[in-house]
Each structure stands twice: as structure tokens, then as C-alpha cells.
């Protein structure tokens, strides 16, 4: 698998892009974006279900597992690291090599937190650390945002809050979305991440599950 995906281009069905190889043979990207996002629009649902059981390890095996099964009709390399530099835009993402760092930095911010007594701003801002870790990763060479969210999701389940991601229930437009995902990048020539931007954008997604017995709103 490295091997074969050592390269910018080796990821495309020709030098320079546009296309990614895919399961499909698909190569016109539309119909390929249209088709990959029924595929994982359907895995997704079956893992929020439960039909498809992922290990909740909140580790980089869980991560892993998540982009595995949402992409794993849809790409070869599903599940596994990237062997390429990624940029978007004014964002830097982590350099391969330093991919499993960010993700076990992750793994131990949540498992240093105190998740069940959380209020909403103490969840905001541990769910925005955790996420601007993850999002510093960007593990994969496609499909970080999905995985990502979905990771977040579970990661919600040890407090008493979810995450609604519904620009008409949170008031987060994708605009604001990655906005604040790019500016939590680590500052020039740094490693940690500053996640400031991405508390806002949690609370205002943080979703109180039913059934809890004290006030998480407190303050």
C-alpha cells in the first residue's frame, strides 16, 4: 500500500490530477463526488446505528476504523495515513511523519478529561483541543472532515452532551465551520495547535442530551 501510494500523483489516475484512482473506475470527478458521498452517507448511517460496530478506543485505530469503513467501497488506501504533504489554502497540515503524534496527543487530551461533569463551556473548549489535534493530523488524503466529525461524535458520548452539526439547529455554516478549523492550526514553525477559534463553534453545537439530572448550563 505505501508503495503504491508514495506520491502526489500516485493518488490520481494521471499526473497532476484532477481525479483520485477509485473502487469505481469512476473518472469524472462530479459523478465521483456525487457517488462517494451517497457511499459514505450510507456507511455513516449504519455506524450511528450501530449496525456497524467501530471500536470506541478514541485513539488513532478508532479514527482509522471510521475513515476505513465510510471509504472502503469508495478507495484503495481507506484507513490508512497519507504518504503526501497536504495545504489548503493558508492551512499547513501536519507532515506524515508526524501524523500518529497528533492523533495520540488526542487520545490523551480525552483521556485526561473529565468528560461526565462537564458544563457546556468546559466541553466546548476540551471538544475544540481535541479536534484541533485531529484536524492538525488530517490523517488521510481524503475525507478528514467526515471521519473527523464522526470521531467527535463519539468522543461527545462520554459527557452529557451531543454535537449537532445542522447549520439550521447550531447556527454553524460550513463557511464558519472551516474557518475556525483553519485557524487552529499550530503559528508558524510551532506544533501545538490553537484551538480558541473552534470553542465557540462547539458550544454552539453542543446539543444537552435528554435524561441528564443536574445543570451542565451552570455559569
Avoid at 445542522?166 to 463557511?175: D, H, I, N, R
Amino acid at each position: 500500500m505505501a508503495s503504491q501510494f508514495s506520491s502526489w500523483d500516485s493518488y490520481f489516475w494521471e499526473p497532476g490530477g484532477p481525479v483520485l484512482r477509485n473502487l469505481y473506475g469512476e473518472r469524472d470527478g462530479a459523478v465521483l463526488a456525487q457517488r462517494e458521498y451517497a457511499e459514505t452517507g450510507k456507511q455513516q448511517a449504519k455506524i450511528e446505528l450501530g449496525m456497524t460496530p467501530i471500536p470506541k478506543t478514541y485513539d488513532a485505530e478508532h479514527l482509522r476504523a471510521i475513515h476505513k469503513q465510510l471509504f472502503g467501497n469508495v478507495y484503495e488506501w481507506a484507513g490508512e495515513y497519507r504518504t503526501v504533504g497536504i495545504r489548503r489554502n493558508l492551512s499547513e497540515f501536519a507532515h506524515p511523519a508526524d501524523v500518529p503524534q497528533y492523533l495520540s496527543d488526542a487520545n490523551r487530551i480525552i483521556r485526561g478529561a473529565d468528560w461526565p461533569t462537564m458544563d457546556r463551556d468546559q466541553f466546548a473548549a476540551a471538544a475544540a483541543e481535541v479536534y484541533a489535534y485531529v484536524n492538525q493530523a488530517h490523517p488521510f488524503r481524503e475525507g478528514n472532515g467526515r471521519s473527523g466529525k464522526l470521531f467527535m461524535q463519539h468522543v461527545s458520548e462520554l459527557s452529557p452532551f451531543r454535537i449537532d452539526y445542522s447549520p439550521a439547529v447550531s447556527g454553524v455554516s460550513p463557511e464558519l465551520w472551516n474557518q475556525a478549523s483553519m485557524l487552529s492550526g499550530p503559528d508558524r514553525g510551532s506544533y501545538a495547535p490553537q484551538p480558541a477559534s473552534l470553542v465557540p463553534v462547539f458550544r454552539a453545537m453542543a446539543v444537552k442530551r435528554p435524561g441528564q439530572s443536574y445543570d451542565v448550563d451552570r455559569g
